[in-house]
């Protein structure tokens, strides 16, 4: 019922720049906390970054003042803006949501996840 399309993705230099972006459609009410999170072979999914309704925020230490999540309401959007990237920050990336879809109720749905590599 409910679908979130990561897109954006792919190969980039150490030092440069990438956006994501995830929409979300379906059956949508309202979207609480929109968030990225990103994934390495053997590892447990971490979170890069959430952001709430009113758009408060929170960043992994690991990308503070390199990345900022934003989200547009109205395309029921978010991005993640990824600068000074470095070789570590290669993941698979995933976006995550929180979505209330009325007499479905409020549940938390994962995209399918889009790869960055960042090359040295």
């Known amino acids: 019922q409910v679908q979130l399309v990561e897109s954006g993705g792919g190969l980039v230099q150490a030092g440069g720049s990438r956006r994501l972006s995830c929409v979300a459609s379906?059956?949508?009410?309202?979207?609480?906390?929109m968030a990225w999170y990103r994934q390495t072979p053997g590892t447990e999914r971490q979170l890069v970054a959430r952001?709430?309704?009113?758009?408060?925020?929170v960043y992994a230490e690991t990308v503070k003042g390199r990345f900022t999540i934003s989200r547009d309401n109205a395309k029921n959007t978010v991005y993640l803006q990824m600068s000074s990237l470095k070789p570590e920050d290669t993941a698979v990336y995933y976006c995550n949501a929180d979505i209330y879809s009325g007499a479905l109720g409020q549940n938390n749905y994962w995209g399918q996840g889009t790869q960055v590599t960042v090359s040295s």
């Open positions: 379906g059956t949508i009410a309202s979207i609480f906390t």
């Open positions: 952001i709430n309704l009113r758009g408060s925020t």
